[in-house]
């Protein structure tokens, strides 16, 4: 009887989902639509409702057209039950946002960030988080959830295995974050979260096999399988960035040497930048935007500058292409503000060197979301895990 009982409650809770991602999607909707499209008996579909309704996750609204005889009352999906907080821990900086329901920026706080120790940032992570929570408007089931994407190895219990451009390892982010806010936490690598976001809101919503490069202090690349976030057997694919591409070259502060990131990221710009004699520039201005506004003003040594990252980066994405067939590669994160520097160094390259067979119906774009990719996907994966978890 127990097994019957379970199997009963697994069918109902299916279902529910199902009403629940039908009302989402396709909302208004009525009760009759969600019947026909699902395939679930008109009685089934009434009942689920209702319990949604009481659980406040959907609403009633207007009545629709009708086909003949009465209008049918038109189901909408509730995004403000809750609200959700997404952030993007890069190196030097933190982006956070609060979201609705459906994922709709609604607050964000970007700071820089200067310090390097996990109990620093831990504490600057703290503050943003509860001036997020306190921005939050009121709502049936408050934070639903905190999402926090990280540029290192995390683990299936969220915890840090290794940061190598903050100096961090075994870490526990997820425990830390609960302990404080004794809210569920997610913790993911920022470039899968990059590449959730441009799958669900941004360039990549109408691909199923895509690769996300994020390109900032560091580069990892989030990947996209049959429409699926996928992770690798313990969670840690994507680190692209520590391949190499460069025999004896450049110590990387993960241990190896010649890794993609030390010649194609944000910090190898800056790095070489340095190098150059740039009048009235120091150390504390130098940023990607000031470099980008001196290639407008004609800089033939930045321009030059950007059209070496810009191959540099071509020649790692190139591999994955080799290794993943995909039909779309996004670049994203701090790049990005290069992009129309990079664009052209990027597409010489791979029409160069990336087999023709490769080539048939793959584009190459850079993200809609900009900087928002990872903070906006982390928190899309709160969501997700709340309403999962809250349908009964």
């Known amino acids: 009887m127990s097994i019957q009982t379970g199997n009963h409650q697994l069918v109902k809770k299916i279902n529910k989902n199902l009403v629940l991602d039908m009302i989402i999607h396709n909302a208004p909707i009525s009760r009759a ?71 709709k920026n609604l607050v964000e706080i970007n700071r820089k960030l200067n310090v390097r120790t996990y109990d620093e940032v831990l504490t600057f992570l703290k503050s943003i988080i509860q001036e997020l929570m306190q921005a939050a408007p009121k709502s049936p089931y408050g934070i639903v959830g905190i999402g926090i994407g990280v540029p290192g190895l995390v683990d299936h219990d969220g915890r840090i295995l290794t940061a190598p451009n903050f100096g961090w390892k075994n870490q526990y982010l997820k425990r830390d974050i609960e302990n404080e806010f004794n809210i569920p936490v997610i913790i993911e690598n920022e470039a ?92 504390e201005t130098l940023s990607i935007e000031l470099l980008d506004k001196l290639a407008i003003q004609g800089n033939e040594d930045i321009i030059n500058l950007f059209n070496t990252i810009g191959t540099y980066l071509a020649v790692g994405i190139n591999n994955i292409i080799h290794t993943f067939n995909p ?50 996907g982390v928190s899309a994966l709160s969501i997700e895990s709340f309403l999962k978890s809250s349908l009964n």
């Open 327 to 376: 039909d779309k590669i996004i670049i994203g994160n701090r790049l990005v503000i290069a992009k129309d520097w990079l664009k052209k160094p990027i597409e010489k390259f791979i029409n160069k060197n990336t087999m023709k067979y490769h080539q048939d119906q793959l584009d190459i774009s850079f993200s809609k979301l900009t900087t928002y990719s990872s903070a906006l």
């Open 192 to 283: 899968s979260a990059g590449a959730y976001g441009e799958k669900l809101y941004g360039a990549g919503n109408d691909s199923n096999h895509m690769l996300y490069v994020s390109a900032g202090i560091g580069i990892g690349v989030g990947i996209i399988i049959n429409g699926e976030l996928y992770s690798g057997k313990e969670g840690f694919s994507g680190e692209f960035g520590h391949t190499i591409i460069q025999v004896n070259g450049k110590d990387c502060p993960c241990g190896s040497s010649g890794c993609w990131e030390l010649y194609a990221s944000e910090k190898a710009l800056l790095d070489e930048a340095k190098r150059l004699s740039l009048p009235n520039v120091t150390e």
């Open 33 to 103: 639509d969600i019947s026909q499209k699902s395939g679930l008996n008109k009685g089934t579909v009434s009942s689920l409702v209702t319990e949604l309704i009481d659980e406040q996750l959907i609403l009633e609204s207007g009545p629709g057209k009708s086909s003949g005889g009465r209008r049918p009352v038109m189901l909408l999906f509730n995004e403000r039950a809750g609200f959700s907080i997404g952030i993007d821990l890069g190196v030097n900086y933190i982006l956070g946002v609060l979201t609705d329901l459906k994922g």
